[in-house]
């Protein structure tokens, strides 16, 4: 446990005290909910963005998984830290690298839209070509089904362990 450690030392991470825990289940399980349920309605209409949700429905899952389990909240650079946790608190390899794969999803989505900032028609306007809208809806669909998923099924039956 040298990395929680490490992690708590930081500021990264913190307990959640008796009368926090409640709010904090409370906020992700709905939230992953919501993200989940954004992801699977916006796959055709709107691919890029059902790909962000359903990695924030994965992300926040595992969020629950830590305050559930071990009363551990997320408090600084929030992302990359919740996978430095979950490395260390679940040795489950697949698990691991299907969070991964959001993660690295939704980075590539997200230097996309930072590259969208200097080049508009690139990525602004990608919708307005039926072959790239279909990539991307391809694309997340994949994403939904084989990652997004398999992802939370795996940490639901972790939820559930007692």
Same mark, same amino acid.
């Given at each position: 446990?040298?990395?929680?450690?490490?992690?708590?030392?930081?500021?990264?991470?913190?307990?959640?005290?008796?009368?926090?825990?409640?709010?904090?289940?409370?906020?992700?399980?709905?939230?992953?909910?919501?993200?989940?349920?954004?992801?699977?309605?916006?796959?055709?209409?709107?691919?890029?963005?059902?790909? *962000?949700?359903?990695?924030?429905?994965?992300?926040?899952?595992?969020? &629950?998984?830590?305050? /559930? @389990?071990? =009363?551990? $909240? !997320?408090?600084?650079?929030?992302?990359?830290?919740?996978?430095?946790?979950?490395?260390?608190?679940?040795?489950?390899?697949?698990?691991?690298?299907?969070?991964? *794969?959001?993660?690295?999803?939704?980075?590539?989505?997200?230097?996309? &839209?930072?590259?969208? /900032? @200097?080049? =508009?028609? $690139? !990525?602004?306007?990608?919708?307005?070509?039926?072959?790239?809208?279909?990539?991307?809806?391809?694309?997340?669909?994949?994403?939904?089904?084989?990652?997004?998923?398999?992802?939370?099924?795996?940490?639901?039956?972790?939820?559930?362990?007692?």
């Amino acid at each position: 446990m040298v990395q929680i450690n490490t992690l708590l030392k930081e500021g990264k991470i913190s307990r959640i005290g008796e009368f926090e825990i409640g709010r904090y289940i409370n906020f992700f399980e709905n939230s992953y909910q919501d993200n989940l349920e954004h992801c699977k309605k916006n796959i055709g209409e709107f691919p890029r963005w059902s790909i *962000i949700s359903g990695y924030y429905a994965m992300h926040d899952i595992t969020k &629950l998984l830590f305050v /559930k @389990k071990f =009363r551990i $909240k !997320v408090d600084f650079e929030v992302h990359a830290t919740t996978i430095k946790l979950l490395q260390e608190l679940i040795k489950n390899k697949e698990l691991f690298n299907l969070i991964e *794969i959001g993660y690295k999803e939704f980075l590539s989505l997200a230097n996309d &839209l930072t590259e969208a /900032k @200097k080049d =508009r028609t $690139k !990525v602004q306007y990608y919708t307005g070509t039926k072959f790239l809208k279909g990539e991307y809806g391809k694309r997340a669909n994949q994403f939904y089904s084989k990652i997004v998923l398999v992802y939370i099924e795996k940490i639901k039956r972790l939820l559930a362990e007692k």
